[in-house]
């Protein structure tokens, strides 16, 4: 018998597959009992009723999809009413991603979201915000820091704090969000991209721009996941182009303690069952005893932090 | 508004159950210059379909042809006696182009059935169904439910041309009224569409209409549902990433108690109240 | 008869479409006539021989390529001796990419190379250096502007600045560049990925990471032409993961005046002849006179300046 | 170092022309478990070859495996006469995979002839092949030009076992003599492979040695070479972007007047001088 689980801070998940933000919700259970998974992630909320982006919201690009879906959001009291309920009939623990025009918001959020039924908080501190001239937080060391030190008081549940890929200084970020108390990271969302209908010449997309995720993406989520592991000694959670269970392997493998599904799932929506199952298929057959053991197994010994942490490419 | 909106079905349950499988092409020909019947080999399980409802198609991947998302498509025909489903296509971009490369013997992967399908409730006899172009893949199984359901249904069927024109046989098998408007002899301008339901209305009577994929015809059901009192149904379509209601990338707004909601089409769609419908 | 020509400041290229830098050689010669190109454009080099990173320096992933090849160089005099001479039979002009460790030796490497049969300079200040904590120039818009204006001062030929897409700051940087002097930018350079090898667990790069190119990149490097031709009154050229005419195509509606092309001559190494003749044929075809019509028609009226140049996605 | 080393034939003009070409598949047989013989109708532009070339083949993309760059291949087999190319290839990986999928009448663009070849100088009478594996698919068309040039060939062929002993006849048939040695039997380890080379040289004398793919081999030939006062050449291989000498990933270091330097395989190479080759 291999051991699948994994502990992220005070939380111990039955293994390492969970939902990312925003590709996942109740409807998912038509297809698969989602008790089988590690965690179960929700969609970002915002404490007001907002209406998200103008359509359309998604477009193809060669292998990979552009999201600007915004944060279309019932409001946090139609969340607490309606979702959590939804999820208690499972022992998996719930993840609730909020984010905010401001800290000061963010965090009385963070606060009123810590409710019963709620394992953890995902702060998607990576979508423009209002101060900061629109800058995500997670673009900069500082404000990250600034956000995150405002969360850590308005709650006693574990933080995860979601990055952006967009930011040229990833593990600074890392570490600020460490030092600012996250529990853990969550590596990462997406990166801003555009595609242009040369027919019509209009923007693929009716926000213009929007966000590259799925096998495209994953070079560059591996790195950044690779990077924080190196960087922080709080638990990084992959995300980003995960399609298959080789690919879970790999962010395992530079790292991370446990992955999250997004894109994968819109294509073949019972695909984090396979990759649990396949997980521990690949485990046995490595004579491996638990996914701990596969955790960071990287070899790179020879690489010094010149290249571990660099920021161009060579 | 003083019409009567569509008295809306149970939503569909949470936990009805979805299935995501490979089916064997049994055929995938060409109809006409544009569109093509895909028949698929189907389990039972994914047979239990409504009109209206659709799939999700993980479209094949060729040297030429590598679309990434599935691609929605409505139930053309679903006969749970024979093991079959029917999709009828038009072949647009990349998507459908490598659906056309499909050949008999190979699979195809479904996610289905989907989305909330057309209602046919007790008390509607006569039943009208506008259709344009591809919209006919969409209303087709409608006319199946009406015959076994024993309803008179009248289809007015609208193209380009009268070679464009399809499923007619489909439709009168089933007992249909078919009505064939054209756009080369003009037959199928709104006035005339407009005098044809009229003189329709005024004959038999119409308990219900249904449509899609037009906005003029839309814009005509609502105003002729509005004088004359009478429901109908519409399904439309928005561009889709999971089809079946995670993403919220497929919503369109809808009038309601005077208000704009969002709905997604893959979700509380892809068949609508008609005069909630926003024209586009 | 179809205007393909394209301007670049004071240079006139005959249309639109030419190597990027490091995908490009004299060899290529031997499949198809190099006058035809738009501009030749080399392979970076430094005023020193170097030998270049650890092999494996390629590596594919999932519908692109990682490479970490470095820059190996035979030095400046080898350059001047060997590859300028070379180029001398084309009328095409000849672009010679150059970086250095430092502001200083960049800008001297540049006077060096400011000689005949050099028609512009393309500064590579996206990969990383010695100063500033190994940052690559073109991460800041601070170190950016500093040795774009060393470089300004020592050359009087065309300066195009090739910006990388690691920073988080891409139209600060655009606008450092041109505030400096530039002439024009590249958008960009590739972008730091990694992937690791799950059967030996090692990275599959033998320099741990490499950039991404090729058109999983395409939709990243698009945006920031499309921010960087927003916020810029200089050309920009477009470069990243163009392996169709309709790539180029899309490229010059979001407002690029030429194009690079890499990792697409890999493939298919005469994609540049049917890319000058595909453009031409689509030009004609959809009534236009001159390749300037197209250029930076993206219908995009609407669109804000929070969207445009928006850095995290929505 | 006292041995000569390997006179350089002249370097590849620039302008040798090479071609990026649609060669339709003739055939695409296993030749046992794991190698495959892809045989290609070429046009007589590609097939001007020197053994020791290779081409760099654009693999099929399929639903399955969807290789991204070229993969290099030695030609197996160059026929002007009856407009054929020859590949002999393992199935390794995706690439090799996605060339395992291909059927007669298929299309496979191939990139070609690339590189520097084998050189077989004038006064060389005596030649010795010493291949493993795969190798035997680069060093082939030596044997054919060996024979075409009237030398004498012997050809040592090692395996894991006598059932992976390929393309025996092929040597046969072109009149060398072959040597079959397999790890099965003990007879391919060194100290035997040595005791072999020695005896031939000993007997008929031996003027060039060549080789490719294994490292052990390699340093035999560069001691037997250095005793003996042999020449030699290695083909070797190297991961490859461009294939014609654009991108530099392709290098491999060299020892040469005390110095080492880096050339690429694709273009200084693939073949080598045995004695400047580093091992790995
Ligand atoms: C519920 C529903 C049922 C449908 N039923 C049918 C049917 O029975 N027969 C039929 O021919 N077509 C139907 N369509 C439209 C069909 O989905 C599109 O024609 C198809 O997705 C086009 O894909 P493509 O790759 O060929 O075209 P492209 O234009 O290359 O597609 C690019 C992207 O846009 C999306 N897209 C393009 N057109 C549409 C559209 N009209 N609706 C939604 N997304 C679109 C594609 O899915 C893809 O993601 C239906 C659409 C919906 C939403
Ligand atoms: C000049 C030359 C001639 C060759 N001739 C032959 C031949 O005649 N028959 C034969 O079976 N093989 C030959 N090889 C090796 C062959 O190129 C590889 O086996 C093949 O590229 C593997 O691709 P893959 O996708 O199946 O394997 P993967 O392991 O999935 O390949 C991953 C990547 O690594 C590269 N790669 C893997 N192995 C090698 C290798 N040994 N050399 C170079 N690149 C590699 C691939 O090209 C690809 O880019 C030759 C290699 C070179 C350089
Ligand atoms: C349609 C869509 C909606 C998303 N919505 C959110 C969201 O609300 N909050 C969030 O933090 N991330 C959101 N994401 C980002 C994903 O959680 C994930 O970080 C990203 O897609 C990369 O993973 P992937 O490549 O596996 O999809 C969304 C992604 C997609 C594709
Ligand atoms: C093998 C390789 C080598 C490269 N070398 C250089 C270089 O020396 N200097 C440079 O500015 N860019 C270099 N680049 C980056 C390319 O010029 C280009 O910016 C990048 O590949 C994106 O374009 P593409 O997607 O069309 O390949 C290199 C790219 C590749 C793939
Ligand atoms: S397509 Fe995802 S919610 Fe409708
Ligand atoms: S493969 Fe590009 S230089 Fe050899």
Same mark, same amino acid.
């Given at each position: 018998?291999?051991?699948?689980?994994?502990?992220?801070?005070?939380?111990?998940?039955?293994?390492?597959?969970?939902?990312?933000?925003?590709?996942?919700?109740?409807?998912?259970?038509?297809? %698969?009992?989602?008790?089988?998974?590690?965690?179960?992630?929700?969609?970002?909320?915002?404490?007001?009723?907002?209406?998200?982006?103008?359509?359309?919201?998604?477009?193809?690009?060669?292998?990979?999809?552009? =999201?600007?879906?915004?944060?279309?959001?019932?409001?946090?009291?139609?969340?607490?009413? =309606?979702?959590?309920? %939804?999820?208690?009939?499972?022992?998996?623990?719930?993840?609730?991603?909020?984010?905010?025009?401001?800290?000061?918001?963010?965090?009385?959020?963070?606060?009123?979201?810590?409710?019963?039924?709620?394992?953890?908080?995902?702060?998607?501190?990576?979508? +423009?915000?209002?101060?900061?001239?629109?800058?995500?937080?997670?673009?900069?060391?500082?404000?990250?820091?600034?956000?995150?030190?405002?969360?850590?008081?308005?709650?006693?549940?574990?933080?995860?704090?979601?990055?952006?890929?967009?930011?040229?200084?990833?593990?600074?970020? #890392?570490?600020?969000?460490?030092?600012?108390?996250?529990?853990?990271?969550?590596?990462? =969302?997406?990166?801003?991209?555009?595609?242009?209908?040369?027919?019509?010449?209009? +923007?693929?997309?009716? =926000?213009?721009?929007?966000?590259?995720?799925?096998?495209?993406?994953?070079?560059?989520?591996?790195?950044?996941?690779?990077?924080?592991?190196?960087?922080?000694?709080?638990?990084?959670?992959?995300?980003?182009?995960?399609?298959?269970?080789?690919?879970?392997?790999?962010?395992?493998?530079?790292? #991370?303690?446990?992955?999250?599904?997004?894109?994968?799932?819109?294509?073949?929506?019972?695909?984090?069952?396979?990759?649990?199952?396949?997980?521990?298929?690949?485990?046995?057959?490595?004579?491996?005893?638990?996914?701990?053991?596969?955790?960071?197994?990287?070899?790179?010994?020879?690489?010094?932090?010149?290249?571990? %942490?660099?920021?161009?490419? +060579? | 508004?003083?019409?009567?909106?569509?008295?809306?079905?149970?939503?569909?349950?949470?936990?009805?159950?979805?299935?995501?499988?490979?089916?064997?092409?049994?055929?995938?020909?060409?109809?006409?210059?544009?569109?093509?019947? *895909?028949?698929?080999?189907?389990?039972?399980?994914?047979?239990?379909?409504?009109?209206?409802?659709?799939? !999700?198609?993980?479209?094949?991947?060729?040297?030429?042809?590598?679309?990434?998302?599935?691609?929605? &498509?409505?139930?053309?025909?679903?006969?749970?006696?024979?093991?079959?489903?029917?999709?009828?296509?038009?072949?647009?971009?990349?998507?459908?182009?490598?659906?056309?490369?499909?050949?008999?013997?190979?699979?195809?992967?479904?996610?289905?059935?989907?989305? !909330?399908?057309?209602?046919?409730?007790?008390?509607?006899?006569?039943? *009208?169904?506008?259709?344009? $172009?591809?919209?006919?893949?969409?209303?087709?199984?409608?006319?199946?439910?009406?015959?076994?359901?024993?309803?008179?249904?009248?289809?007015?069927?609208?193209?380009?041309?009268?070679?464009?024109? &399809?499923?007619?046989?489909?439709?009168?098998?089933? $007992?249909?009224?078919?009505?064939?408007?054209?756009?080369?002899?003009?037959?199928?301008?709104?006035?005339?569409?407009? !005098?044809?339901?009229?003189?329709?209305?005024?004959?038999?009577?119409?308990?219900?209409?249904?449509?899609?994929?037009?906005?003029?015809?839309?814009?005509?059901?609502?105003?002729?549902?509005?004088? !004359?009192?009478?429901?109908?149904?519409?399904?439309?379509?928005?561009?889709?990433?999971? $089809?079946?209601?995670?993403?919220?990338?497929?919503?369109?707004?809808?009038?309601?108690?005077?208000?704009?909601?969002?709905?997604?089409?893959?979700?509380?769609?892809?068949?609508?109240?008609?005069?909630?419908?926003?024209?586009?």
């Amino acid at each position: 018998m291999v051991d699948l689980t994994t502990q992220i801070g005070s939380l111990t998940l039955k293994n390492p597959i969970m939902p990312a933000s925003g590709t996942f919700s109740e409807e998912l259970a038509q297809l %698969f009992d989602l008790e089988c998974l590690g965690a179960h992630v929700t969609k970002t909320i915002t404490r007001e009723k907002r209406s998200g982006n103008p359509t359309p919201r998604v477009c193809e690009v060669r292998g990979s999809m552009l =999201n600007s879906i915004g944060i279309p959001s019932k409001g946090l009291d139609a969340f607490k009413a =309606n979702v959590i309920p %939804f999820y208690e009939r499972y022992s998996a623990p719930l993840i609730v991603s909020i984010s905010a025009g401001s800290a000061d918001e963010f965090a009385s959020l963070c606060e009123d979201i810590s409710v019963p039924g709620v394992a953890a908080i995902e702060v998607n501190i990576s979508c +423009p915000n209002i101060e900061e001239d629109g800058k995500a937080f997670a673009m900069r060391p500082s404000t990250t820091y600034a956000v995150m030190q405002k969360l850590r008081q308005a709650t006693d549940l574990p933080l995860w704090a979601k990055l952006t890929p967009n930011t040229g200084e990833t593990t600074e970020v #890392a570490k600020a969000a460490e030092e600012a108390g996250a529990d853990a990271l969550v590596v990462s =969302n997406t990166l801003l991209a555009m595609a242009i209908d040369i027919h019509t010449r209009r +923007p693929k997309l009716g =926000n213009l721009m929007g966000g590259l995720s799925g096998p495209a993406f994953k070079p560059i989520a591996l790195r950044m996941a690779y990077q924080c592991a190196k960087s922080v000694n709080i638990p990084v959670i992959g995300c980003g182009g995960i399609s298959t269970v080789e690919d879970v392997i790999e962010y395992l493998i530079a790292g #991370a303690v446990a992955v999250q599904i997004g894109t994968a799932t819109f294509l073949e929506p019972k695909i984090m069952v396979r990759m649990i199952d396949g997980l521990d298929a690949y485990l046995k057959s490595q004579g491996f005893q638990t996914v701990g053991q596969l955790v960071g197994s990287v070899e790179d010994e020879e690489a010094s932090d010149g290249l571990v %942490f660099m920021e161009a490419a +060579p | 508004m003083s019409v009567v909106t569509f008295p809306k079905s149970p939503v569909q349950t949470e936990m009805t159950p979805v299935f995501e499988v490979s089916c064997t092409v049994k055929r995938n020909d060409p109809v006409n210059g544009e569109y093509r019947q *895909l028949v698929l080999y189907a389990p039972q399980s994914i047979l239990d379909c409504a009109p209206g409802q659709f799939f !999700h198609l993980l479209c094949p991947i060729t040297e030429q042809l590598q679309p990434f998302l599935r691609r929605p &498509m409505s139930i053309y025909g679903f006969y749970p006696e024979k093991g079959e489903l029917h999709f009828l296509y038009k072949v647009t971009g990349e998507g459908t182009s490598a659906l056309a490369t499909l050949t008999a013997g190979q699979s195809l992967n479904v996610l289905g059935p989907l989305g !909330h399908g057309f209602d046919i409730l007790p008390d509607w006899q006569n039943l *009208l169904l506008v259709a344009r $172009g591809v919209g006919l893949a969409t209303l087709a199984p409608l006319a199946l439910q009406a015959h076994r359901l024993g309803r008179n249904l009248t289809a007015i069927c609208s193209a380009r041309s009268e070679d464009m024109l &399809m499923s007619l046989d489909y439709f009168r098998d089933l $007992g249909a009224e078919i009505i064939p408007i054209t756009d080369d002899n003009g037959s199928s301008d709104m006035a005339n569409l407009r !005098h044809i339901i009229e003189a329709k209305i005024a004959d038999t009577g119409i308990d219900a209409m249904y449509t899609c994929g037009s906005n003029r015809i839309l814009k005509l059901l609502q105003t002729l549902g509005e004088i !004359h009192n009478i429901p109908g149904q519409i399904a439309l379509e928005q561009q889709m990433a999971c $089809g079946i209601g995670m993403c919220q990338c497929c919503v369109r707004a809808f009038r309601r108690d005077g208000k704009t909601v969002n709905e997604r089409v893959c979700r509380e769609g892809p068949v609508f109240d008609l005069q909630e419908a926003i024209g586009w």
